[in-house]
């Protein structure tokens, strides 16, 4: 085997691991945020998001993303047995000089990380049963169409849309089907009174929470030097304006808070910190040192307002904070590499046309997301049902869908 094969396979496996890590990540996170009483439910939810999420795409997800290209909308090959097909992908990792395999098994971290992010919206009052036809759907079709018009040959690639990680193809994609289903199954029994006045449910364990976002942080060290798919100066270069537009954002939203609040929170500022990673992606590549400390102090700032402005304004439940983490930012990362990214950015001479793309991009991947994931759900509210019934909630869903204790005293 060629060396240069072997260091990018390898290297690539590797970020795939440090990915697939992030699942851990997104439990501690949702779990810690949430109450003990449905702890056990979380986790299983996590795991599932990856088994579902693992076979679902292999077999269909895949050849929609990357199959042979439709008019620029879906692929229509590779079903069933992707590695076994002639696709136009594997003569891409031919030329990038690596495995078929590792780079599906990749894309699979990708997709099952998108589909992870609605959970936490959703979290205390979603019929488990419900949840895995969610997920499947969220692995099979709707994350796929996405990626395929980004990174499969598709029409929002061809028109100059350039998502190098994924700040729209896999985190405005979870972010508003999050939005979706978190509004669509409603807030927690307790969170709103008659008034529409918010009561804040606390979660059980804020150092549970805070770790996983120190292994969604360690996770993103494949996450975006990883999409360079091979092992080179682009890779290291990253990291370095990956670390920054976290840590630029976690001190923004330090700052901010504690401004508006009277007091430092940690989750808010561990929550800023993701939000830059979050808005890091789209151009992590591109950004200069300077312009990724930018980008993670403006999306370190909005981070919280955009939390109240769903919690308080819109009465979206979400006890993760996850339409603002992902969406929220998602937003902002495509929209703001149309300014920095110093290849083809607003700021750096190159006119308007790679922001105009973006904001195409940012208008269809709504359109499409918030469209499908709605009839998905409604049809799934109108049929099996989507909510836990009353008593299920107040007792913990833990009790009763899985007859089990997180804690036993």
Not at 98 to 120: D, E, N, R
Not at 125 to 150: E, K, Q
Request: proline fraction near 3%; aromatic fraction near 14%; hydrophobic fraction near 50%.
């Amino acid at each position: 085997m060629d060396a240069t094969y072997l260091l990018n396979s390898c290297w690539v496996l590797v970020a795939s691991a440090l990915v697939f890590m992030m699942q851990a990540g997104f439990a501690c996170c949702e779990s810690g945020f949430s109450r003990g009483k449905n702890a056990c439910n979380i986790w299983l939810k996590n795991l599932c998001d990856f088994c579902v999420g693992a076979i679902v795409y292999y077999f269909i997800g895949f050849g929609i993303m990357y199959g042979k290209d439709f008019h620029g909308l879906f692929g229509i090959s590779g079903f069933f047995n992707p590695l076994g097909q002639d696709l136009p992908v594997w003569e891409t990792c031919k030329a990038i000089n690596v495995s078929p395999h590792i780079y599906l098994l990749f894309q699979t971290m990708f997709c099952a990380t998108t589909a992870t992010i609605i959970s936490g919206s959703v979290a205390e009052r979603f019929r488990f049963d419900t949840y895995l036809i969610v997920s499947a759907v969220m692995t099979g079709l709707v994350y796929p169409v996405v990626g395929h018009w980004v990174w499969g040959g598709g029409w929002l690639g061809n028109i100059g849309f350039v998502d190098f990680a994924g700040s729209g193809a896999v985190h405005m994609v979870g972010g508003f089907a999050a939005f979706v289903c978190a509004a669509l199954v409603g807030p927690r029994m307790g969170k709103y009174d008659d008034s529409g006045n918010v009561h804040a449910i606390p979660g059980h364990n804020i150092p549970m929470a805070m770790l996983g976002g120190f292994i969604l942080w360690a996770g993103w060290y494949g996450f975006n030097p990883g999409s360079e798919l091979a092992f080179d100066e682009t890779t290291i270069y990253t990291t370095i304006t990956t670390t920054m537009c976290g840590a630029a954002g976690g001190l923004a939203a330090l700052f901010c808070t504690w401004v508006k609040y009277k007091k430092p929170d940690p989750t808010l500022a561990m929550n800023g910190a993701l939000a830059g990673l979050v808005a890091s992606c789209s151009a992590v590549n591109e950004l200069t040192v300077f312009g990724s400390v930018i980008v993670g102090i403006i999306c370190g700032i909005i981070f919280p307002f955009s939390v109240e402005f769903f919690d308080k304004k819109l009465k979206i439940d979400d006890p993760a904070g996850a339409i603002s983490l992902h969406g929220t930012n998602g937003i902002l990362g495509v929209i703001l590499a149309g300014f920095f990214a110093k290849d083809s950015g607003l700021f750096y001479g190159h006119g308007a046309a790679r922001l105009g793309a973006h904001l195409i991009g940012l208008v269809a991947i709504a359109a499409w997301v918030l469209g499908s994931v709605f009839i998905m759900v409604f049809i799934l509210k109108k049929t099996m049902g989507i909510r836990v019934k009353e008593q299920v909630e107040l007792d913990g869903l833990d009790a009763h869908e899985h007859a089990m204790a997180a804690y036993v005293m």
